[in-house]
């Protein structure tokens, strides 16, 4: 994930043209200040270790030879079509020269140990007693499974606007908002309570969220960063995974308290001995597992929950740098991301071993991925990033495990959307130019894109509600609203405004395990 | 009469003319590029030190920016940032932030 998206960021060139009006200030703070500063306003994107995240990696190797003129211009006025914002009147001059200063200076740093006492520590709790909290929704809503919640990340990734926004998807209003503080990243919904969600953040803390009554009652800090969450079918553990440190950790759902870490290393396809980001990580309804993907180890390890000492079966040579995931055949099968192999790797997790690996194009981001049954056969989706000339959303046959179509599309693509009573699979178009307004309708029966939406802003992250009627889209950083459409004509019935809103979470997600699968393919798991 | 009913008429032409001219989409668009950065496409953010320009008066946002523009008025990162805008930009991007409601 760090080296694509890097790659993705440009380097504004407006911002370019007001360098050089700009000189004074001489004062520079001392190091532990600017580190602090550090730390305060850029770390959760550009990473505690300086080795970079969602943002590039800021350190003195990485900076050698730049301009510090033009990297002030930079911190000043944000990098137009990226996530970073503008510091002018946030920060002074002289911080923002000190800051750079800084960083031209400071190398990498190792990665930092947080331990299973450190996370400890870090348990806070703001509701003492659960069994005071309604014991229903404190807002209008049918069926629970048709919240929507949006990771709005607020524009400095951080701050007022940092927070978790959950929707109800029939009527599109706004029926609660969680502050955390930093922004947040995953949603995950508890599949055995229905009132219980799990929120983390850029900085890896967890919230455990009462949809109830829309508030957080408990937050544990897993790490430095990394996205990896997933809850356990029985709704009793979460596992967390984290890119600084490379390490995982299983924790008590219901107190947020620590259960066991675990070091992620392993030896990588090559042979080398290696010590790994946390990919995804995913609970089956098959089993009580939960899958892991190591990402520089190119290894899937597959943990039992509901054994002692939580034992690990280890998956190898899967890929190279794994990424992200979604589960087939009642949860059975799990198709992993590659993104240096550009596959898609088929694992069944009742044998614990690799099925086969397909072509996904170039660089295979599958986000959430996709599956939907079309004339008796179960079709995956899965996007890809597209730095290459293959811009494609690839289709596979899941029984059969083959190659069905490479669908052309505009551009490079980030997250596929589909439901079963939804006649289109939405893929977000991710380009860094005006493709990136928009959103492209493949038709499920034809294969072929027959629509593109112009949803404004920098569009992805596209979500159906649970009911399969509205098409969710986040309009990302400078639109600044939640866009839906109406799933059959395609128009735009409401717009919901928050601050950056990035991935969108439907509850439904508990009942058909991977978009697109109708509930009754749940059945196939007990 | 016909004097005032004529003098009515010429200034529904202006108005209309000038609102015909300004281009909601393009301001938007414009706006997307160039103020949203700070300013947000309809409002700041929370945390942001910036002024809001969504629901101001159009003509206010106009004089405004150009005087930014033409440096009579004096803000270094405003100066820069408006420095390339032409009269039709900023007609159009005033009445964009003119139409957002707040």
């Not at chain 1, 909290?133 to 524009?155: C, E």
């Given at each position: 994930m760090k080296k694509t998206i890097t790659k993705r960021l440009n380097q504004s060139l407006l911002a370019v043209s007001i360098t050089t009006l700009l000189s004074s200030g001489v004062a520079m703070a001392k190091s532990d200040d600017m580190h602090q500063l550090y730390e305060d306003n850029c770390s959760s994107c550009h990473g505690s270790d300086h080795g970079g995240y969602l943002a590039p990696a800021l350190n003195s190797e990485t900076l050698k030879g730049r301009s510090p003129t033009a990297l002030r211009t930079i911190v000043m006025a944000g990098s137009f079509d990226t996530l970073m914002p503008p510091f002018y009147g946030k920060l002074s001059d002289d911080e923002i020269r000190g800051v750079i200063k800084h960083l031209q200076a400071t190398p990498k740093q190792p990665n930092p140990a947080w331990t299973l006492d450190d996370m400890k520590k870090s348990l806070k709790v703001y509701v003492k007693d659960e069994s005071t909290?309604?014991?229903?929704?404190?807002?209008?809503?049918?069926?629970?499974?048709?919240?929507?919640?949006?990771?709005?990340?607020?524009?400095y990734g951080r701050g007022e606007g940092a927070r978790a926004i959950f929707i109800n998807s029939t009527t599109h209003q706004k029926v609660g908002e969680v502050p955390t503080g930093v922004a947040a990243h995953i949603i995950d919904f508890n599949p055995a309570n229905p009132r219980w969600a799990y929120v983390k953040t850029d900085t890896a803390e967890i919230f455990k969220v009462d949809l109830y009554s829309m508030q957080a009652t408990r937050s544990i800090k897993t790490g430095y960063n990394g996205p990896g969450m997933g809850v356990s079918r029985d709704g009793k553990y979460i596992m967390a995974g984290s890119f600084v440190p490379h390490n995982a950790v299983i924790l008590d759902a219901d107190t947020?308290?620590?259960?066991?870490?675990?070091?992620?290393?392993?030896?990588?396809?090559?042979?080398?001995?290696?010590?790994?980001?946390?990919?995804?990580?995913?609970?089956?309804?098959?089993?009580?597992?939960?899958?892991?993907?190591?990402?520089?180890?190119?290894?899937?390890?597959?943990?039992?929950?509901?054994?002692?000492?939580?034992?690990?079966?280890?998956?190898?040579?899967?890929?190279?740098?794994?990424?992200?995931?979604?589960?087939?055949?009642?949860?059975?099968?799990?198709?992993?991301?590659?993104?240096?192999?550009?596959?898609?790797?088929?694992?069944?997790?009742?044998?614990?071993?690799?099925?086969?690996?397909?072509?996904?194009?170039?660089?295979?981001?599958?986000?959430?991925?996709?599956?939907?049954?079309?004339?008796?056969?179960?079709?995956?989706?899965?996007?890809?990033?597209?730095?290459?000339?293959?811009?494609?959303?690839?289709?596979?046959?899941?029984?059969?495990?083959?190659?069905?179509?490479?669908?052309?599309?505009?551009?490079?693509?980030?997250?596929?959307?589909?439901?079963?009573?939804?006649?289109?699979?939405?893929?977000?178009?991710?380009?860094?130019?005006?493709?990136?307004?928009?959103?492209?309708?493949?038709?499920?029966?034809?294969?072929?894109?027959?629509?593109?939406?112009?949803?404004?802003?920098?569009?992805?992250?596209?979500?159906?509600?649970?009911?399969?009627?509205?098409?969710?889209?986040?309009?990302?950083?400078?639109?600044?609203?939640?866009?839906?459409?109406?799933?059959?004509?395609?128009q735009k019935v409401a717009s919901v405004p928050m601050e950056s809103p990035a991935g969108i979470f439907s509850r439904g997600r508990v009942k058909y395990m991977t978009r697109g699968l109708s509930p009754d393919e749940m059945e196939q798991s007990k | 009469m016909k004097m005032r009913h004529s003098v009515f008429m010429l200034a529904g032409l202006l108005a209309a003319g000038s609102s015909q001219a300004a281009s909601l989409y393009v301001g938007h668009a414009k706006a997307a590029a160039v103020c949203s950065q700070c300013h947000g496409i309809r409002m700041p953010s929370a945390d942001a030190p910036f002024p809001p320009l969504g629901g101001r008066d159009v003509e206010y946002l106009k004089t405004a920016i150009k005087q930014y523009r033409d440096k009579t008025r004096v803000s270094e990162i405003m100066n820069a940032i408006a420095g390339s805008l032409t009269d039709k930009d900023i007609n159009d991007i005033a009445h964009y932030y003119g139409s957002v409601k707040p």
């Open positions: 909290l309604p014991d229903k929704p404190t807002y209008k809503i049918d069926n629970i499974d048709n919240l929507i919640g949006v990771a709005a990340r607020g524009k947020l308290e620590p259960l066991k870490t675990f070091e992620l290393e392993g030896i990588d396809p090559d042979g080398k001995m290696v010590s790994s980001d946390s990919g995804m990580i995913i609970g089956t309804p098959y089993a009580d597992i939960f899958a892991i993907a190591l990402e520089n180890a190119g290894q899937v390890w597959v943990v039992d929950y509901k054994k002692d000492g939580f034992p690990v079966t280890k998956i190898e040579k899967v890929g190279r740098h794994l990424h992200d995931a979604f589960l087939t055949h009642g949860g059975k099968k799990l198709m992993v991301a590659s993104y240096d192999d550009s596959i898609v790797a088929a694992i069944d997790l009742e044998k614990r071993e690799i099925i086969k690996r397909l072509p996904a194009g170039c660089v295979p981001h599958v986000g959430g991925g996709s599956a939907v049954v079309v004339d008796g056969r179960t079709l995956g989706f899965g996007t890809n990033f597209g730095d290459c000339d293959k811009m494609v959303v690839s289709v596979w046959d899941l029984d059969k495990m083959e190659v069905v179509k490479q669908i052309p599309v505009s551009g490079g693509t980030e997250s596929p959307a589909a439901h079963a009573n939804a006649p289109y699979v939405a893929v977000d178009i991710i380009s860094k130019d005006r493709r990136a307004r928009t959103v492209q309708l493949i038709d499920k029966k034809t294969l072929e894109v027959v629509k593109t939406l112009d949803v404004g802003g920098h569009a992805y992250f596209p979500e159906y509600s649970a009911d399969g009627k509205f098409l969710y889209i986040s309009a990302g950083y400078n639109g600044d609203e939640v866009v839906v459409y109406d799933s059959n004509t395609l | -």
